[in-house]
């Protein structure tokens, strides 16, 4: 019987590891995202917090990456949160999980992110149709992004055509 769950636990390890990675690289971009913004001059005042929503691994990793660093003369914070009704007013960016249910919480989501002009991001599929402006994809086994410029422009942001390039789909 230990045999047998130290075999499924050695056949874990691997995707324990992309876990892990994707979470890396989905706070990287989300790092890199905030340079490729039109922002509103009220979103340029105070610290520049990124709000995660259900995603530990995911704040960790932007806490880590963005420690020390400012985005133009403010400091980036990041605040974790355990539902999307706990979302505080202060946060230009919203990374929301695909553990918090987009769907059901997207008119309290667009809501919030309409009082402070917030982005919304998201890792689940179909994230664009409730709200998301960005949405992390796994497509043909790689991480990509696609855009949602009508949700950007909900909360009076703009995408730069370089981010825009970069995407794997714009869904307008």
Known sequence: MKKIYLVLLLGLLPLMKISAQEA??????????????????????????????????VARWLKDQSAGKKFGFQNIVVKEFK????????????????????????????????????????????????????????????????LAKDNAAQVDLKFSSRLEGMAAAIVL
């Open 24 to 57: 890396k690289y989905k706070a990287v971009f989300t790092l890199n995202f905030i340079r490729y913004i039109g922002w509103p001059e009220s979103s340029l005042q105070g610290d520049f917090v990124i709000g995660v929503v259900k995603n530990s691994e």
């Open 83 to 146: 539902s999307v009704d706990e979302l505080t007013n202060d946060c230009q960016v919203i990374f929301v999980s695909s553990t918090a249910n987009i769907r059901s919480s997207a008119d309290v989501l667009m809501n919030k992110a309409k009082q402070r002009n917030s982005l919304i991001i998201a890792e689940s599929e179909g994230a664009t149709k409730f709200g998301a402006a960005i949405n992390f994809v796994i497509r043909d086994g790689v991480l990509k992004f696609e």
